[in-house]
């Protein structure tokens, strides 16, 4: 936004927003609020972490009792993917932003079990995400562009007998629609339609979600699983189970073994038994680790997807660095890096990470979807010594993450855990560990103060949702705490002014209010001395 439109005033940019800002206020949907089991989560991550883990696995399992009811209409998706590959289709999984990063993480999966189980299957899966697989490391801003979408999904070659599989965590992205309804001109094959808020809220208040639930064109499931535990943080339950949603349709066809009510029940009933305490003990080195100024890696060899998405989704919601590139211009170290101590590349390491070549868009006019920026991303051996030139005098620190056997081992120096796994899929371990490490950043970042209760203060303000998620946050915030609060026009207009000097260590969300806070004290003591002076 500082750099959109630069001959234009910050408030003349406000002013474009705010034209069309009915598109994008969000604020009525149940992702986009205030979790009630979640609202002092911030603090009880300082002061009681075990009470807010306790919690979370509440929120967390909650998921599982809402697909129960869902499991029909997975059922029927299941069977349309299998009528798809019969007749020679391909099936096509795409999303924006978390729901993208489940789509690549879901034909990693495939692929690393077709490949043992069903090799004539591995290229039946093709998953995409807006941004290319650039957006896999870091946020590329393309949600606001179904353009973008339409001229993507016809460089992956979609074409007549193939079925989308999509999804968008509030109903309302307006790329995944974008993908959506030009499969529908490319493809006489029903797509598919997943997302989470409920269809009357966003048939009422966002014309594009309506053009889609209306259409009888599109199947649709709504997998509504109510308040996020950090309000629009949609990364987190919605992703778990629109993620799982998806596997259990997808997984039969490339595992004979695979059983798709059965491995549910496993799911449900595991999520029921297990316990996030023994993340106490990694959320306190982690966070010991940010607060000296120092590093992480984040190393593996079996879980190389999950913990990417993780960094990743870290990145915007809590506005931290994205991983550093050897491309950028200036570099500015991330707090968390990908490594794969076993590949000896940037190449060799792409292809383990998705279990194929990157996809590249290739557009000239975005030098960051390129071949040549992707493998400016190096997780190989290489990183050390790059990431370790980064920080400085500053250290890193390692933390591995690794399933032996039927046990995800945990080691961060000399803090050890092993979790017991034994009876679940693959699909099923990568949903837990996907909670695992939801919470433990969660948690992190509450002790590193960059949430407010359970609201963002750290917006990353790229797109339309998320400038008015600011504004709405800001309002939430005078309201509670007792200030006067001004039209939500007035709001913007401070939030775009500071937009143009904004960096990501600054809570844009809390700096806007403490702004309005102050020009409101000046104004009650300017009018106190006149009244005095009079």
């Not at 590329?140 to 965590?169: C, N, Q, Y």
């Not at 073994?257 to 990694?282: D, G, I």
């Not at 170290?333 to 940037?346: E, F, I, K, Q, S």
Request: aromatic content about 10%.
């Amino acid at each position: 936004l500082r750099f959109k439109d630069m001959e234009k005033t910050p408030r003349e940019k406000a002013e474009d927003y705010l034209k069309i800002v009915h598109d994008y206020s969000l604020g009525v949907l149940p992702t986009e609020q205030s979790h009630p089991l979640t609202i002092d989560i911030a603090e009880q991550s300082k002061t009681d972490a075990k009470k807010a883990l306790q919690i979370m696995k509440e929120v967390d399992s909650h998921v599982y009792d809402v697909l129960e009811g869902k499991l029909d209409q997975i059922d029927e998706m299941r069977i349309s993917i299998g009528q798809t590959l019969e007749k020679g289709g391909r099936i096509f999984l795409c999303g924006c932003g978390s729901t993208g990063t489940l789509a690549l993480s879901l034909e990693t999966f495939w692929r690393e079990i077709a490949e043992q189980k069903k090799p004539e299957y591995v290229e039946k899966l093709r998953a995409f995400m807006a941004g290319g697989d650039t957006a896999l490391i870091k946020a590329m801003g393309f949600e606001d562009h179904p353009e973008w979408a339409e001229r993507h999904i016809v460089e992956m070659d979609f074409k007549e007998g193939d079925l989308l599989l999509s999804s968008t965590e509030g109903g309302e992205t307006p790329w995944v629609i974008g993908a959506v309804e030009k499969a529908l001109e490319l493809s006489s094959t029903t797509p598919y339609y997943l997302y989470c808020n409920p269809d009357d809220l966003l048939c009422k208040h966002v014309e594009r979600s309506r053009r889609v639930i209306e259409n009888p064109k599109i199947k649709k499931i709504n997998c509504c699983v109510g308040h996020m535990a950090l309000s629009g943080s949609t990364r987190m339950q919605c992703c778990t189970i629109l993620q799982y949603a998806f596997g259990l349709a997808l997984m039969g066809y490339v595992d004979p073994e695979f059983e798709m009510r059965k491995e549910f029940a496993k799911m449900k009933e595991y999520m029921k038994n297990m316990s996030y305490e023994f993340l106490e003990k990694f959320i306190t080195r982690e966070t010991d680790v940010y607060k000296k100024g120092d590093r992480m890696i984040y190393s593996t060899t079996t879980y190389s997807i999950l913990l990417q998405t993780d960094i990743m989704e870290r990145a915007p919601t809590y506005s931290l660095y994205p991983p550093e590139n050897k491309f950028d211009k200036e570099i500015k170290p991330c707090w968390g890096y990908l490594y794969l101590p076993h590949t000896n590349d940037a190449k060799e390491a792409w292809k383990y990470l998705l279990k194929r070549d990157p996809r590249p868009h290739q557009w000239e006019e975005n030098y960051s979807t390129s071949m040549e920026y992707i493998y400016g991303f190096n997780f190989s051996k290489e990183l050390i010594d790059f990431r370790q030139k980064g920080i400085g005098d500053k250290k890193l620190h390692y933390i591995y993450i690794e399933r032996k056997g039927d046990k995800i081992h945990w080691d961060f120096e000399d803090d050890h855990e092993e979790v017991d796994i034994s009876g679940l899929s693959l699909l099923s371990q990568n949903n837990y560990l996907k909670t695992c490490l939801n919470t433990l950043s969660l948690l992190i970042m509450g002790r590193m103060e960059r949430y407010v209760n359970n609201i963002m203060a750290y917006v990353w303000p790229t797109n339309n949702k998320l400038l008015d998620r600011c504004c709405r946050n800001i309002i939430f915030l005078l309201k509670k705490n007792g200030k006067e609060v001004p039209p939500y026009a007035e709001v913007c207009y401070e939030l775009f002014e500071l937009i143009e000097t904004w960096d990501m260590d600054i809570p844009i969300v809390l700096q806007t209010y403490e702004t309005i806070v102050k020009k409101q004290e000046a104004k009650k003591q300017n009018s106190k001395c006149s009244s005095m002076n009079a």
